[in-house]
C-alpha cells in the first residue's frame, strides 16, 4: 500500500477506485467526473508508476530476481 499512498493525489484515487474497491471503469470514471478513456489513461500511467515503484523497492531489498508483469495483451479489433 505504500507504492499506492506515494502515486499524485488523483492517480491514486482512480487506484482506489477500480483496483482496490473493484468498481467498473464506467462507475469510476462518473465517480472521478473524467471520460472512460481519460480514465483508462490514467490508470495505465498509474499501473507504471506502481511498477517502477514496487521494482525498485524489491531490488532495495536485494532481491536479485524481479518478476516482470506480464506483456501487454493485443487489443481486439
Known amino acids: 500500500m505504500k507504492a499506492v499512498a506515494e502515486l499524485p493525489g488523483e492517480l491514486r484515487l482512480l487506484v482506489q477506485l477500480v483496483l482496490i474497491e473493484g ?11 473524467c471520460p472512460e478513456g481519460t480514465l483508462r489513461s490514467r490508470l495505465s ?5 506502481l511498477r517502477a515503484s514496487l521494482d525498485k523497492h524489491a531490488t532495495d531489498a536485494g532481491s536479485d530476481r524481479v518478476v516482470p508483469f506480464p506483456e501487454r495483451r493485443e487489443q481486439r479489433r
Open 23 to 33: 468498481l467498473s471503469n464506467r462507475e469510476a470514471a462518473e465517480a472521478a467526473n
Open 45 to 49: 500511467r498509474a499501473r507504471g508508476l
